[in-house]
């Protein structure tokens, strides 16, 4: 890193590289959900890591944008599907795809948004179009099975917490230590600084998704951009949840048993109070802190400069501060 950077230089990039992006002007129905999806902003973590890994290790971000917008579509394809599995109304403070449109334009849209994205990926160097498409095939794979067993939590009440860590980590994470290997692969890095940064991605993303499980019920919903208590309301089993059940008395867990199915105000609140009496908010903190600490541990592997390991240390300490 010649010059020290921050998230938003890297994000200023992707989004002016989002805003050139062409598509074609027919169908509009199937283009205009796109474009609608990749406009209503976001984190931008997946490309952003992508691009701060090759930077640091020597590349140019232009040589690295492709895939860079390649792995922020496909993360938006999951979305917008997601949000119909999980009959989302609001994604980002805006109305869902299906919602503003309908179900059957957002699986279509979904899928033109899953071949663009490998489209962009595949448009890489020879020499690493192998590498990048494996693991890129590979991450998309998993995704799938985390949220198969994402839905089949949905049937089940005897879900574990290793279980559900290792479904997040299927859904969530590996797609964050994707994009950090991807972006050490097309930097010719070698094997054991692709496979460090890769599992710093993976701490992360386990990070950001307890992080996400917390917000969604004590987050501002003006901040998070989606009506709180949405995970409760659908009786997703989420870290929260799974806690709250194994460290209920039989009352609790009774209580919490017979809100399943009711869509309310009402149900978040009395769920709410339940965690509130067994503490399963600061629990959920601590595990957060725990990831954090492991993300950062697999730097410290990585030779890197003072300026590129603070980078990513500080990305990684923001975890738990985060509102949306």
């Not at 972006?183 to 890095?189: D, E, K, R, V």
């Not at 901040?223 to 949840?241: A, E, Q, R, S």
């Amino acid at each position: 890193m010649k010059q020290k950077k921050d998230s938003k230089d890297y994000i200023k990039y992707i989004n002016e590289a989002l805003d050139a992006m062409h598509y074609p002007d027919q169908p509009r129905g199937l283009y205009d959900p796109i474009k609608y999806t990749m406009q209503c902003g976001g984190k931008r973590l997946r490309p952003m890591l992508l691009l701060a890994v090759a930077d640091v290790l020597g590349l140019k971000p232009e040589h690295a944008v492709k895939q860079a917008l390649g792995i922020e579509m496909f993360h938006n394809f999951t979305l917008l599907h997601d949000d119909v599995m999980d009959r989302a109304d609001m994604r980002r403070g805006n109305p869902t795809v299906h919602v503003k449109w309908n179900e059957a334009t957002a699986i279509l849209s979904g899928d033109a948004m899953l071949t663009m994205a490998s489209q962009l990926m595949s448009d890489c160097p020879d020499g690493k179009l192998k590498e990048v498409m494996a693991m890129f095939n590979k991450t998309a794979m998993e995704i799938y099975e985390g949220q198969q067993y994402d839905m089949d939590f949905e049937t089940r009440d005897d879900v574990t917490v290793a279980e559900y860590m290792e479904m997040i980590r299927l859904k969530t994470s590996v797609l964050l230590g994707c994009a950090c290997a991807i972006g050490a692969m097309l930097a010719h890095a070698d094997t054991s600084v692709v496979k460090a940064f890769y599992n710093y991605g993976l701490s992360l993303g386990l990070a950001f998704q307890l992080q996400d499980d917390l917000l969604d019920t004590y987050g501002d919903p003006s901040v998070f951009g989606k009506k709180i208590g949405g995970d409760i309301l659908n009786d997703k089993k989420t870290f929260l949840l799974i806690t709250a059940l194994e460290r209920a008395d039989a009352s609790q867990r009774g209580e919490i048993e017979s809100l399943y199915g009711q869509r309310s105000d009402e149900k978040v609140a009395r769920v709410k109070a339940i965690y509130d009496s067994l503490n399963v908010g600061d629990i959920c903190r601590k595990h957060i802190s725990a990831y954090i600490a492991d993300a950062i541990s697999h730097l410290d592997t990585i030779n890197l400069s003072g300026d590129a390991r603070e980078f990513f240390v500080e990305l990684a300490e923001s975890s738990s501060d985060r509102k949306s």
